[in-house]
T-cell receptor, first 110, second 114 residues
Framework: SQQGEEDPQALSIQEGENATMNCSYKTSINNLQWYRQNSGRGLVHLILIRSNEREKHSGRLRVTLDTSKKSSSLLITASRAADTASYFCATDAIGNQFYFGTGTSLTVIP | KAGVTQTPRYLIKTRGQQVTLSCSPISGHRSVSWYQQTPGQGLQFLFEYFSETQRNKGNFPGRFSGRQFSNSRSEMNVSTLELGDSALYLC?????????????FGPGTRLTVL
């Protein structure tokens, strides 16, 4: 079974609104990464947060990590139509296994 | 710097055949990982190579194999193809730390098995 489960599976918002997606995982990790995938640009790395970090920012992105709950969230502020894509969390699990979550499909309506 | 390149981009094979996919990492990157993406199973890790050695391996049958050359280029081979092997195969490269580091993905090879 997959290490990561994402919630919601699909999200539709208006341009300018914030989008939040969540990722839960099952085993201890070294780090957690978020990726975006759309048909035009393939799979693109967004941000990496290590297991000893709790929050990280990159531009309009904010990622939190709660290792006690084995969960992470990705917040995209002031969304744009170009943010329309699928978002995946990926965990580097202890034992050198790399797992992707099931993904959240985000649609930003202009 | 040029990004990760994968060849071919599209491939059609029939059951029982074998296939070899190629990946050229970003210059200076020594780790190459391979992933399979299907609608049903999502993105799954196949294996990672570093310095011509398989460093990590996912849960795929032995029909899936790979190798890495001294210039860090990597190939992935699937033997005795099955219909379920139809997928997008992605390769990713990173500097040294492989799975614990930022990975840069190629555009993928779309394999269709008939």
């Amino acid at each position: 079974s997959q290490q990561g489960e994402e919630d919601p599976q699909a999200l539709s918002i208006q341009e300018g609104e914030n989008a939040t997606m969540n990722c839960s995982y099952k085993t201890s990790i070294n780090n957690l990464q978020w990726y975006r995938q759309n048909s035009g640009r393939g799979l693109v790395h967004l941000i990496l947060i290590r297991s000893n970090e709790r929050e990280k920012h990159s531009g309009r992105l904010r990622v939190t990590l709660d290792t006690s709950k084995k969960s992470s969230s990705l917040l995209i502020t002031a969304s744009r139509a170009a943010d329309t894509a699928s978002y995946f969390c990926a965990t580097d699990a202890i034992g050198n296994q790399f797992y992707f979550g099931t993904g959240t499909s985000l649609t930003v309506i202009p | 710097k040029a990004g990760v390149t994968q060849t071919p981009r599209y491939l059609i094979k029939t059951r029982g055949q074998q296939v070899t996919l190629s990946c050229s990492p970003i210059s200076g990157h020594r780790s190459v990982s391979w992933y399979q993406q299907t609608p049903g199973q999502g993105l799954q890790f196949l294996f990672e190579y570093f310095s011509e050695t398989q460093r990590n391996k996912g849960n795929f049958p032995g029909r899936f194999s790979g190798r890495q050359f001294s210039n860090s280029r990597s190939e992935m081979n699937v033997s005795t193809l099955e219909l379920g092997d139809s997928a997008l195969y992605l390769c990713a490269s990173s500097l040294d730390q492989g799975l614990t580091d930022t990975q840069y993905f190629g555009p993928g090879t779309r394999l269709t098995v008939l």
